[in-house]
């Protein structure tokens, strides 16, 4: 048969060959510095290749930059999942939203999504950046300050944690300790309490609204070791346990420049205690991308998603697509070079303390893929590129995380989410 006449049987076929049609067509996509094509060849192989077949890949997006832009969804995102999924609403692949964002329940972010993006979107599909915290139980009884926005009680109750006090509800048990705001410093001096329960934990969840306020109150904690109505003469070092997540510096929303992100919150913080002690700020868990611990939580729900979907086919690949070098693509680097590590050596899970209990993992490869609707620009000088005289560009990544430039280059840049689907779709052999 021709192929034209294979063509046009092609397009005459019912059911899932039709898909076909528009390889056999031939496309070229055109990433910066980058092209590829799929013509007739790839077509006669996708007719004798099984279009349905088990996937042994997986993504993980990122959400903010990349599929969104504050409330409006990028139009690249409409047309990447109308590849992702097929004519019964169902994904193709398993598929795993990984944010940095934490001021919204899971369940919400599913809701949101879903409306946006015109498919059903479960809440287990959805990794908030304090979702791996649910892993550490020894923290979960402890009366813990935390800090943030949004529904963060019950945000922490998600997670396990079962007794929580607000930054707010410290203030208004210690109003003498909030003096930045003129407007509200008390106008009477309150008697001083003695039946408020010692606080033995700190808990980041997000960006607060009143900087000033959590800063000094946190502060307060640390340096009293949680009993902020009182004075200590010495700082107690080590300090409480303190738990964050999100270490984004900066994000993209409707802007024309980045905001800061939680990342910032946490380097004031960080900065403070350094000046006031003479020491350093430690985490017990520190999470969110670029943590290893935030990409081997999403592998097991990959592979959980897989498992319910009836795909027995290991997934042995990864797709990490993200807007932002320093955390979505040092993070999928770092979790690709652990998982080297791993296959050559024998590793063990890294920077977990064995909180994560899960199968041998089947994942071999996790590419970082970077997308132009975001922070990164390449019109940008400074998104990753060197700074003029050579220099090279600001870390813009948490103090915990060495910077190593190998780690934000990305193994592909591309425009946007729809390009990165149809370059993954093309590297495994799928049909668009």
């Known amino acids: 048969m021709a192929v034209s006449g294979l063509f046009a049987a092609v397009r005459a076929a019912p059911g899932p060959w039709q898909r076909v049609a528009c390889v056999a067509a031939g496309f070229r996509c055109r990433c910066p510095g980058k092209s590829y094509a799929v013509g007739p060849a790839h077509a006669v192989a996708a007719l004798f290749s099984p279009l349905q077949s088990q996937p042994t890949f997986g993504f993980l997006l990122d959400i903010d930059g990349v599929l969104v832009r504050g409330h409006r969804v990028i139009p690249a995102a409409l047309k990447a999942f109308h590849r992702l999924v097929n004519a019964q609403g169902k994904l193709r692949v398993p598929v795993v939203f990984v944010t940095n964002a934490g001021n919204i329940l899971q369940h919400d972010k599913a809701q949101e999504l879903s409306a ?15 979702s791996p915290m649910k892993l550490f139980s020894q923290y979960h009884g402890k009366r813990m300050i935390v800090s943030g926005q949004g529904p963060l009680v019950e945000n922490a109750q998600v997670l396990g944690f079962k ?20 407007q ?3 106008k009477t001096t309150p008697l001083p309490r003695n039946d408020f329960p010692a606080i033995e934990g700190v808990l980041l969840l997000g960006e607060p609204v009143r900087w000033e306020t959590s800063l000094q109150l946190i502060m307060d904690v640390l340096l ?4 902020p109505g009182t004075g200590l003469a010495t700082a107690p070092y080590p300090h409480l346990p303190v738990l964050a997540s999100n270490m984004d510096l900066l994000w993209m929303a409707e802007a024309k420049m980045p905001r800061f992100g939680h990342g910032t919150f946490l380097l004031c913080l960080e900065t403070i205690y350094r000046k006031v002690t003479g020491k350093e700020l430690r985490y017990k868990g ?7 611990l935030t990409y081997q939580y999403a592998e097991e729900l990959i592979r959980r998603q897989a498992e319910r979907r009836g795909w027995a086919a290991p997934i042995q690949k990864l797709y990490a697509v ?3 070098p320093m955390s979505d693509v040092y993070g999928a680097n770092l979790f690709n070079q652990y998982l080297q590590m791993a296959k050559h050596e024998g590793a063990e899970e890294l920077g977990t303390s064995g909180l994560l209990k899960q199968r041998p993992s089947a994942t071999q490869s996790c590419a970082s893929i970077l997308v132009c609707t975001g922070v990164y620009s390449p019109k940008v000088p400074g998104s990753t590129e060197p700074a003029q005289g050579g220099e090279e560009p600001p870390f813009h990544g948490h103090r915990d995380f060495s910077f190593s430039p190998g780690l934000i280059e990305a193994s592909h840049i591309v425009n946007d989410v729809d390009e990165a689907v149809q370059l993954v779709f093309h590297k495994e052999g799928w049909a668009l």
Do not use: Y
Request: hydrophobic fraction near 40%; proline fraction near 8%; avoid cysteine.
């Open 116 to 130: 946006l993006l015109g498919f059903k979107v479960e809440p287990d599909q959805v990794i908030l950046s304090h």
């Open 163 to 182: 007794n929580v006090v607000t930054v707010d509800e410290l203030r208004m048990a210690f109003p003498v300790l909030d003096m930045v705001d003129l």
């Open 184 to 186: 509200r410093r008390p």
């Open 224 to 227: 009293s070791n949680g009993n």
């Open 286 to 292: 520190l999470m969110g991308k670029p943590s290893i």
């Open 322 to 324: 993200g807007d932002n």
